[in-house]
C-alpha cells in the first residue's frame, strides 16, 4: 500500500473515531469532527481565520528566516572548527536546555510587546535546533572527502561549497524542518502569552469562553499550517538533495 494511501486511511480513521468520541461522550470536552469543520468554515468565511493567519505568519516568517540566515552558517562553522564549537557549546547547550519563555520578560524590557518581541521568540525557539543540527552534519561529513579535496588543492572556500556544505545538506534540511515546528510553537507561545494577537488571541478567547467547537478549529489550524510549511521544505529537501531519492 502506497504511503498516501495509508496516510488518507489514518485520516479517515482518526476522523470517524474522533466524530464517535464526539457523539457518544463530552461534546463540551470534546465536540464531534462535523461540529469543529463546520464552526471552522463559519471562521473562514467570517474572515477571522485570514485576519488571524496574516498576523501570525509575519512574525513566523521574518523569525523563521533570520533564525536560517544564522543557524546555517554558525553550525558550518562550528562543525568545521572545534575550538569555536568548544567555546560556544556552552552556550548552545544552554538556549537547547532553558525554557525560551523564560526570555520573554528580557525581549518584552528590550523590545516591549509589539512585532520584534515575537519574531525574537520564534528566532530563539528554531535557531538552536538548525545549529545543532548543522554541526552535525558537518560533522558526519566523510574526512576523506576533504582529505581528498585538499591533496588536489582544494582552498578552504572550496571545501566548504564542493565538499562540506553538500554532504552535510540532509541534515541541515532536517534541522531546518525541526525548526519550523519550534517556530510555528514559538508563534503561538508569543501571541498567548505575550501579545494577545493572531491566533494566539483566538485560542484565549475561545477558551475563556468555553467554545470547544472554536477552540478546536483554531487549534486545526495551526496544524494545518504547520504540515503545510513542512511540507514545503521537505519539498525543497528533495530538490536541493536529488541523489537521496535516487538512492
Not at 10 to 19: C, K, M, R
Not at 222 to 246: E, F, G, K
Amino acid at each position: 500500500m502506497k504511503p498516501n494511501t495509508l496516510r488518507l486511511l489514518s485520516l479517515i480513521t482518526l476522523g470517524a473515531a474522533w466524530e464517535i468520541a464526539g457523539r457518544t461522550g463530552n461534546a463540551r470536552l470534546l465536540p464531534p469532527i462535523s461540529k469543529v469543520l463546520s464552526v471552522w468554515f463559519d471562521l473562514l468565511v467570517s474572515g477571522q481565520l485570514f485576519q488571524a493567519l496574516a498576523v501570525s505568519l509575519q512574525a513566523l516568517a521574518i523569525g523563521f528566516v533570520l533564525s536560517v540566515l544564522f543557524a546555517v552558517p554558525l553550525g558550518l562553522l562550528m562543525g568545521r572548527y572545534r575550538r569555536l564549537e568548544a567555546f560556544l557549546d556552552i552556550y548552545m547547550t544552554a538556549l537547547l536546555t532553558v525554557p525560551m519563555i523564560s526570555f520573554i520578560p528580557f525581549l518584552v524590557i528590550a523590545f516591549g510587546l509589539g512585532l520584534h518581541s515575537r519574531v525574537w521568540i520564534v528566532f530563539l525557539f528554531a535557531f538552536v535546533i538548525i545549529a545543532i543540527n548543522t554541526t552535525a552534519g558537518v560533522r558526519n561529513v566523510d574526512p576523506t572527502l576533504t582529505e581528498m579535496a585538499k591533496s588536489f588543492g582544494a582552498k578552504e572556500s572550496e571545501l566548504f561549497l564542493k565538499i562540506i556544505l553538500p554532504a552535510a545538506l540532509p541534515m541541515i534540511m532536517a534541522g531546518i524542518r525541526l525548526g519550523m515546528g519550534r517556530a510555528v510553537l514559538g508563534m503561538v507561545t508569543s501571541e498567548m502569552i505575550l501579545a494577545v494577537v493572531g491566533f494566539g488571541a483566538m485560542l484565549m478567547t475561545f477558551s475563556a469562553s468555553f467554545n470547544s467547537a472554536a477552540l478546536f478549529a483554531t487549534i486545526l489550524t495551526i496544524v494545518l499550517l504547520a504540515v503545510a510549511l513542512l511540507a514545503l521544505i521537505q519539498n525543497l529537501d528533495r530538490r536541493l538533495t536529488p541523489w537521496r531519492a535516487a538512492a
